[in-house]
């Protein structure tokens, strides 16, 4: 079995609700389907390294302009499909 990859939000999310929650890391981490060890690994990275524990600034600054890349281009997809559409429209009247 591999192990798997957890994004830095999902780890904080899981780790603050254990830190909140009423319930044991056990069952935290059962509702999320992940190994209560895991999620006491994550507990204390977050404890060490603050802030930092689950990515660094720069790795989340690069992702916002991945993402915003991608936006971008998918509106240049969106207005070249909704052109070709309506050239195939007027090719069809003629």
Not at 14 to 38: C, K, M, N
Not at 53 to 82: H, P, Y
Request: proline residues 2%; aromatic residues 6%.
């Amino acid at each position: 079995m591999g192990q798997s990859t957890y994004s830095p939000e999902f780890k904080l999310q899981v780790v603050l609700e254990a830190l909140q929650s009423d319930g044991t890391d056990a069952e935290v981490a059962r509702a999320y389907d992940i190994h209560p060890v895991t999620l006491s690994g994550w507990k204390t990275k977050l404890k060490e390294n603050g802030s930092k524990a689950f990515g660094s600034g720069d790795e989340l600054k690069e992702k916002k302009e991945k993402i915003a890349n991608l936006e971008r281009m998918l509106g240049r997809k969106e207005v070249e499909i909704a052109m070709l559409k309506n050239f195939l429209a007027r090719a069809d009247h003629d």
